[in-house]
């Protein structure tokens, strides 16, 4: 098993930043794809952003990219959403999944082979 905790939500005007943070912990000595997704008020959950474990490929929703980073620390267990120039249409409930793989470079953006997902965390961006 392993568990997701995400972090570093909160309420930011438009054109600002937001960093999130997700910490993995359990069984953490299998390799896993990690990912963002979100969902946004009466909104089905949507992808965001994709990273491999080696962290040699990423990938990113159109609605996001240029302004997106992911990026992961794998000694901290940790993977992260730079998110900058944010727009009042980024708001949303933010979740951390984790996908295993035996690919170092495979990146996954479908909710549906995700193993793991965080509880979510609020992102709120106001015009």
């Known amino acids: 098993q392993v568990q997701l905790v995400e972090s570093g939500g909160g309420l930011v005007q438009a054109g600002g930043s937001l960093r999130l943070s997700c910490v993995a912990s359990?069984?953490?000595?299998?390799?896993?794809?990690m990912a963002w997704f979100r969902q946004a008020p009466e909104k089905e959950r949507e992808f965001v952003a994709a990273?491999?474990?080696?962290?040699?490929?990423?990938i990113y929703a159109d609605s996001v990219k240029g302004r997106f980073t992911i990026s992961r620390d794998n000694v901290k267990n940790t993977v992260y959403l730079q998110m900058n120039s944010l727009k009042p249409e980024d708001t949303a409930v933010y979740y951390c999944a984790a996908r295993r793989t035996s690919f170092r470079d495979s990146t996954f953006a479908s909710e549906d082979g995700m193993d793991y997902w965080g509880k979510g965390i609020l992102v709120t961006v106001s015009s």
């Open positions: 990273i491999s474990w080696s962290a040699g490929s990423t």
């Open positions: 359990g069984r953490t000595s299998s390799r896993y794809a």
